[in-house]
T-cell receptor, first 115, second 112 residues
């Protein structure tokens, strides 16, 4: 069975600093990987996804993530954060051969950006 | 372009009452997912449909929960009878291709 680990429950950072949110997964088969963002009192919004091809994936709002198969990781990065990036970030995995996208989510990382 | 629509946004009810949550998919999407989010358990998939057919309901907690898709654009999640431990935010999401999921704003359910 798949699982996702987000080790950091909360990451405080100053505005314009770089940030990395960590995500590790476990699966016995090929996987699809996703990062979603949840702003307060809203639903989840897709930031980026890895299905195949280039291991460096670029998403919306200046975020990017790198798939590392040997380390079973899919860390999310942004070179310079804004106050508006304050939100909860969820990493998710689905098995690549199921035909339907059954996502397993991590527990989330709260990004707190301060001035 | 309207996104996924959920109603009500907030629901407060008493233990034992029936609760019905509603979801309208984005036009043209053929997959529908119901999730529950709590502080203790995070985000859990309850059930998902493809072309109106339930594909996997293994996440439904117990028989008190039921979900339907009476047509291609609408779904309901019913809890009968409701219990305090059902208090959570319930999200539905739709997908056009079984790949990217688009989430609704959620329904915050409080069972007293």
């Amino acid at each position: 069975a798949q699982s996702v680990t987000q080790l950091d429950s909360q990451v405080p950072v100053f505005e314009e600093a770089p940030v990395e949110l960590r995500c590790n997964y476990s699966s016995s088969v090929s996987v699809y990987l996703f990062w979603y963002v949840q702003y307060p009192n809203q639903g989840l919004q897709l930031l980026l996804k890895y299905l195949s091809g280039s291991t460096l994936v670029k998403g919306i709002n200046g975020f990017e993530a790198e798939f590392n198969k040997s380390q079973t990781s899919f860390h999310l990065r942004k070179p310079s954060v804004h106050i508006s990036d304050t939100a909860e970030y969820f990493c998710a995995v689905s098995e690549g051969n199921t035909g339907f996208q059954k996502l397993v989510f991590g527990t989330g990382t709260r990004l707190l950006v301060s001035p | 372009d309207a996104g996924v629509i959920q109603s009500p946004r907030h629901e407060v009810t008493e233990m034992g009452q029936e609760v019905t949550l509603r979801c309208k998919l984005i036009s043209g999407h053929n997959s529908l997912f119901w999730y529950r989010q709590t502080m203790m358990r995070g985000l859990e998939l309850l059930i998902y449909f493809n072309n109106n057919v339930p594909i996997d309901d293994s996440g439904m907690p117990e028989d008190r929960f039921s979900a339907k898709m009476p047509n291609a654009s609408f779904s309901t999640l019913k809890i009968q009878p409701s219990e305090p431990r059902d208090s959570a935010v319930y999200f539905c999401a739709s997908s056009p291709d079984g790949d990217t999921q688009y989430f609704g704003p959620g329904t915050r359910l409080t069972v007293l």
